[in-house]
């Protein structure tokens, strides 16, 4: 027998959007004003002792609902408690325990209210929300916390003026009291953020966890909180430290050796073969004056970190591999050192290249339906060119950071797209044959979703896009010059 929600007493947390969500949620559905106890109560310092008269004047036939509240006194064994925060990261959102507490469907802006606030813009890409709809959260949560116009601007000189980066961390101190203002205009830019005043800090990223078991004992003095999973957040509650421990954790923060897995889950390698020719040659001109190896060898190694690498018998297994075969094939399979060569051998029917990685440099794919980053060593990136006017680069790649089955699939299937396969096309352009109206917000969001990645760049694994990275987030693909 389910519950008489005539006998709930609804509690409400610290105010963002989703809390008024609940709210609007509780009203619209039976629940009187009188069973709903709402102070306004800010968000990250919401304590249960703040509706400490309203819970002595409960009747034993009514059950407490505390929601997002911190539990800091005495309470009746038959309260529910509604939170996805610290302990409670993995289970739902707090909107979506109310609903089904309530048992009733969230609507699609609930829906959004409820990603939002558990995994923030990741999730609401999750379920494909276009840019006006993440716009539309975002600008609501602010303004819900109390962010005001004056609060916009110190967040953007904050970023202009107090931003820096400091061992793959990128660190802005805030002039704000807020700090969703400075997190929302470095969302995609920085994979993780630290964020600190002179009372408070919130961190943001793959660290997280890390900095979870660090400060455990902060946890569970409750002076700090984490949630939104592994790319989530750690924060030290407003006011609980002084200036100078804050100061310190965030020292320790920047100083902090990232945890690293030497085990080898998986080894991947992706190969692309592709054509190429010379140019600027003229009309009629002989296969060997289009596809010139000398040609395409010289301009790949002007400037660059591109070298040569020629095969030798430096190592036993390279002896084994070369003499099983014939002199003619591997004039074919080898770009021959000197030593090797005869004068059978064409030096320009096959080059071998090797890209030259610079340390810290990794392989980095940002999936659309998932909060983290898959960060995978780079053993080596090769390039064979041949004089038929072919060529193959591929890349070999070291995974010592994702251990299950899903992530190495995961990997295989979105770490090689480099290009859109399709778009995802409304139906009626499908079936009817008229012209196509899918708007460019939607025109990705199915295919990144099932088919390649949100984002993919070689670089800084905490910074997605900088001058040194080779980047792709296929958005230059809603424009349809760049394809045609």
């Known amino acids: 027998m389910g519950l008489d929600k005539n006998t709930l007493v609804f509690f409400l947390g610290g105010y963002d959007a989703e809390m008024v ?17 709402d102070k306004e109560l800010q968000w990250g310092t919401a304590k249960l002792s703040e509706y400490k008269e309203e819970l002595s004047k409960l009747s ?11 539990l800091d006194v005495a ?27 309530l048992s009733i469907k969230l609507n699609r802006w609930q829906q959004l209210i409820a ?21 539309k959260v975002r600008d609501t949560d602010r303004r819900v916390q109390g962010v005001t116009e004056e609060e916009e601007k110190l967040a953007e000189k904050s970023i202009e003026k107090n931003k820096k980066e400091i061992n793959g961390i990128v660190i802005v101190k805030s002039l704000a009291e807020k700090f969703s203002p400075i997190t929302d205009r470095m969302y995609g830019k920085v994979q993780n953020l630290l964020v600190y005043s002179d009372n408070q800090l919130t961190f943001y990223g793959s660290r997280k966890n890390q900095l979870v078991k660090k400060y455990k004992n902060l946890i569970e003095n409750n002076t700090a909180y ?35 897995n030497e085990k080898l889950y998986s080894h991947h390698i992706f190969i692309f073969p592709f054509k190429w020719r010379k140019w600027d040659v003229k009309p009629g001109a002989s296969l060997k004056d289009k596809f010139d190896v000398k040609y395409f060898r010289d301009e790949l190694l002007r400037n660059t970190n591109w070298k040569r690498n020629f095969f030798n018998l430096e190592f036993c297994d390279r002896y084994n591999e070369y003499n099983y075969f014939y002199n003619y094939v591997r004039e074919i399979l080898y770009d021959l050192g000197e030593e090797l060569q005869t004068h059978d051998i064409d030096e320009d029917l096959i080059n071998h290249f090797e890209y030259k990685i610079e340390k810290g440099i990794t392989y980095n794919i940002k999936l659309y339906n998932e909060e983290k980053t898959y960060n995978l060593g780079i053993d080596s990136i090769l390039l064979n060119v041949y004089s038929t006017g072919t060529a193959v680069l591929s890349l070999h790649l070291r995974n010592h950071n994702h251990p299950t089955k899903e992530d190495v699939l995961k990997i295989n299937k979105f770490g090689r797209r480099f290009y859109v396969p399709f778009f995802d096309l409304e139906p009626d352009s499908i079936f009817t ?23 993919i760049w070689i670089g800084n694994s905490d910074l997605e896009k900088d001058d040194k990275s080779l980047y792709e987030d296929f958005e230059k693909y809603k424009d349809k010059n760049n394809y045609k």
Not at 89 to 97: A, M, R, Y
């Open 60 to 70: 034993r036939e009514q059950i407490p609902v505390f929601i997002e509240l911190n």
């Open 433 to 455: 044959g008229a012209n196509d109206a899918t708007s460019k917000d939607k025109l990705l969001c199915a295919t990144k979703k099932f088919e390649i990645p949100a984002k």
């Open 226 to 260: 984490y949630g939104g999973g592994d790319n989530g957040f750690f924060g030290i509650g407003r006011g609980k430290l002084s200036k100078e421990e804050i100061l310190t954790i965030k020292d320790e923060i920047i100083n902090m050796e990232p945890e690293t």
């Open 21 to 37: 969500t609940i709210k609007n949620i509780l009203l619209a559905n039976g629940i009187t004003k009188e069973n709903i106890q």
């Open 115 to 135: 990603a939002n606030d558990k995994g923030f813009i990741p999730a609401m890409e999750r379920i494909c929300a276009t840019e006006n709809e993440i716009k």
């Open 75 to 101: 309470y009746q064994l038959s309260a529910i408690i509604i939170d996805h925060h610290n302990e409670k990261e993995n289970t739902p959102s707090s909107i979506e325990q109310i609903a089904e507490l």
